[in-house]
């Protein structure tokens, strides 16, 4: 993933999937070691791990959605999960690691993450468009207030509407160095009760569901 991020070339996004199939294999075989890692790594260096704990808990839901259908290919996506914040490499590090509330400005270029992931997916032509939509819309939310295109409900594919669930829980989770991280619990429950209309209701139970 560090090398993937320093230099997302094709054959890095390829190397990168190869690991991350083996990963998706790990996590549909076994959901308590998944859960497991996800606890060890939330405490860590925060890009990298969260890509992986974000990956890890969308290939959970998507693989309980999906396990048993051939129209969905769980390795290609899971691809598209772990690289979901892959445009952070083109915003300014200072504004992705400033500790602290960003101006209006730098909040600019920071919502701009999920078309610059998009065009990274795109130039090195490795994953399928569902993937780069993964990346794209993943700050979308239900009721229309996310971003970059303020998509609502049936707009938003169901795999970045997955992966926005994880991205959020695991974002509410994580130890940064300007807040402390929520208990999984907590976390579920500020879901529940401030941030219900960003997700699908159906997912975000068949998610807590799964963690439970
Ligand atoms: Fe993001
Ligand atoms: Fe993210």
């Known amino acids: 993933m560090e090398r993937l991020f320093n230099d997302p070339k094709a054959e890095k996004i390829r190397e990168a999937k190869k690991g991350v199939s083996e990963i998706v294999d790990v996590v549909?075989?076994?959901?308590?070691?998944?859960?497991n890692l996800v606890n060890i790594t939330s405490y860590d260096f925060y890009t990298y791990t969260h890509s992986v704990n974000v990956g890890i808990l969308s290939a959970l839901l998507a693989g309980a959605l999906y396990r048993r259908s051939a129209a969905h290919d769980?390795?290609?996506?899971?691809?598209?999960?772990f690289l979901h914040?892959?445009?952070k490499v083109r915003v300014d590090p200072a504004i992705v690691n400033k500790q602290g509330a960003?101006?209006?400005?730098?909040?600019?270029?920071?919502?701009?993450?999920?078309?610059?992931?998009?065009?990274?997916?795109?130039?090195?032509?490795?994953?399928?468009?569902?993937?780069?939509i993964i990346v794209m819309q993943h700050h979308e939310r239900q009721d229309g207030n996310g971003y970059p295109k303020r998509l609502r409900g049936d707009e938003?594919?169901?795999?970045?509407?997955i992966c926005s669930i994880a991205d959020v829980y695991d974002a509410l989770t994580s130890e940064r160095s300007y807040k402390k991280r929520f208990t999984p619990f907590e976390a579920l429950m500020i879901m529940k009760e401030q941030m219900i209309d960003h997700f699908t209701t159906e997912l975000f139970e068949k998610f807590v569901l799964l963690l439970a």
């Open 28 to 35: 549909i075989a076994d959901s308590v070691m998944a859960k």
């Open 74 to 81: 769980l390795h290609e996506l899971g691809a598209g999960f």
């Open 156 to 161: 938003i594919h169901s795999y970045s509407r």
């Open 102 to 132: 960003l101006t209006e400005e730098e909040m600019e270029q920071m919502r701009s993450h999920p078309c610059q992931g998009y065009a990274i997916l795109s130039e090195a032509g490795e994953l399928s468009e569902e993937c780069r």
């Open 85 to 87: 914040d892959i445009g």
